[in-house]
């Protein structure tokens, strides 16, 4: 009985230190508290639970009373995806623009000042980078998140952000395995599926895991995306061919392998989140991500008890939920002992990120200065990943640099008679987001530039639509600092 019940309880701490839960507020709950001293050994934070850098630093600081190498999770990507800074936007530009300026230097630099504020803070695992290469240009989800289509630059660039943000002190996590580039469904929303052969595979998706793996990424996420010709009937997240076969045996990475958030639709209705996460430890993952939409006690323990009933029942063997807890546990031991590099003689971290921002914008045509002109966001539905709580666009940069500018918002439906009848005799500067993929918001650009020539166009999603107006500015993103740039381009400073 006591041999029974000492068993029972590692089993039980396992299952803890497995989970990597969210929760609601901006301080710690008892119940997480509670958790972390039985065992849990991460926690995910998301944009609800921050406010500010000294709040958040004050947050992890109460989550470290309970145990001194609790793993803090944050999905902090810059760019579009912000935690840290989703009520004003992001001091970083996102992959896409790093990408396109293809300085790995800058790329290095940028991740390690962002991994020095996380680090400042507290966090010390980041769920980035984007590794995949976004070969379909109608993907909804990742897009922009990605360095690019380009296969190469996608992998150097995978790298170097691993190195800048681990030289932080900080824990890269490389997703989203093995490779969401090629899709055209949200897994958020329905389960993808990739259709290429082993050789598109292995020649275009794998090569920037490859780099990342080299470059010593602590972490690689797994993608909820049906690869038919790694697994027919499995998700990657929970397939043991694809998350034990490739890439711990042939890719050799020895590192934690994390799922990525398991509320998403792709899992949670089709499998459901308890077997679900019971399939994926089995298949080879090491934690499970959870709390993005599910942030409570409950689930906590629905999906502790999932696990641990499996194990029991012989579903789940022990040694793989010991192993996969090991990894967690040696994930916190490196990052309680990670000391951050000197940063390169020389180097200025202030204001990289508007630097990198600046360098990335591409501008076609010209125009004259302008006066007080008025701003008309065309804005499409952001995607779960991204969210809508973070605002984006010129206008409250450019009102900075051209005192009397007037905006206004246009969502789905609108046209550009809408546009003209809120700008009157204004100049109009159009922004838009994806215009390839919004049918709608093509339309519309195309009536604005046809009625009034001198329209200013700023393209901040993919640059995949044929240029237009007076003056076309390719952000390559949606941050504020990208904002920021195209708004000094159009003020002429």
Not at 60 to 87: F, M, S
Not at 294 to 312: G, M, S
Request: net charge negative; proline share 5%.
């Amino acid at each position: 009985m006591t041999v029974l019940a000492h068993r029972t309880d590692t089993v039980t701490r396992d299952a803890l230190a497995v989970l990597q839960p969210g929760f609601e507020g901006t301080t710690a709950p008892d119940w997480l508290l509670r958790r972390v001293g039985e065992g849990l050994t991460a926690v995910g934070l998301f944009g609800r639970n921050i406010t500010s850098p000294e709040q958040l630093a004050a947050l992890t600081a109460q989550l470290r009373t309970e145990r001194d190498d609790v793993l803090v999770a944050i999905d902090e990507e810059g760019g579009d995806v912000t935690r840290l800074e989703v009520r004003g936007g992001s001091s970083f530009p996102g992959n896409l623009a790093l990408g396109a300026v293809d300085d790995t230097d800058l790329t290095r630099s940028v991740a390690r000042e962002l991994g020095r504020r996380l680090a400042e803070c507290g966090v010390n695992l980041n769920w980035a980078p984007s590794a995949d290469v976004n070969s379909n240009p109608d993907n909804p989800v990742i897009g922009v998140r990605s360095f690019g289509a380009d296969t190469h630059l996608a992998a150097r660039h995978t790298a170097a952000y691993v190195q800048g943000l681990q030289a932080a002190g900080v824990a890269a996590c490389t997703k989203h395995f093995p490779g969401h580039g090629d899709t055209n469904v949200d897994s958020h929303h329905a389960l993808p599926r990739i259709d290429v052969d082993l050789d598109t595979l292995q020649a275009r998706e794998l090569v920037p895991f490859k780099a990342a793996i080299e470059a010593g990424t602590k972490a690689v996420m797994s993608a909820h995306i049906l690869v038919p010709a790694l697994d027919p009937t499995r998700p990657a997240t929970l397939s043991p061919q694809i998350l034990t076969g490739l890439l711990r045996g042939e890719l050799g990475y020895e590192g934690l392998i994390v799922t990525d958030g398991m509320e998403m639709h792709a899992i949670a209705g089709t499998y459901g989140i308890e077997r679900g996460s019971v399939l994926a430890i089995a298949a080879g993952a090491d934690a499970i991500c959870v709390g993005g939409g599910l942030a409570d006690e409950a689930t906590v323990l629905r999906l502790r008890d999932a696990l641990v009933a499996a194990v029991r029942e012989g579903a789940l063997p022990e040694e793989r939920l010991a192993d996969a807890a090991a990894r967690v546990r040696a994930l916190a031991a490196w990052t309680r002992g990670a000391r951050p590099d000197a940063q390169p003689e020389g180097s200025c971290a202030s204001g990289i990120g508007l630097t990198a921002a600046r360098r990335a914008v591409l501008v076609t045509g010209s125009t004259k200065p302008l006066t007080a002109p008025y701003v008309a966001t065309l804005a499409p539905v952001a995607n779960i990943a991204v969210g809508d709580e973070t605002p984006w666009g010129v206008a409250a940069e450019l009102a900075e640099l051209l005192p009397g500018t007037e905006a206004g918002v246009f969502p789905e439906g609108s046209g550009a008679g809408d546009v003209l009848a809120a700008a009157g005799d204004r100049t109009v500067v159009a922004v838009v987001r994806d215009a390839h993929r919004h049918p709608w918001m093509t339309e519309a650009l195309d009536a604005l530039v046809a009625a009034r020539p001198d329209t200013v166009v700023v393209e901040m999603g993919l640059p995949r639509a044929r240029p237009r107006g007076a003056l076309h500015i390719a952000t390559h993103g949606a941050s504020r600092v990208c904002g920021r740039a195209a708004a000094e381009v159009i003020a002429g400073v």
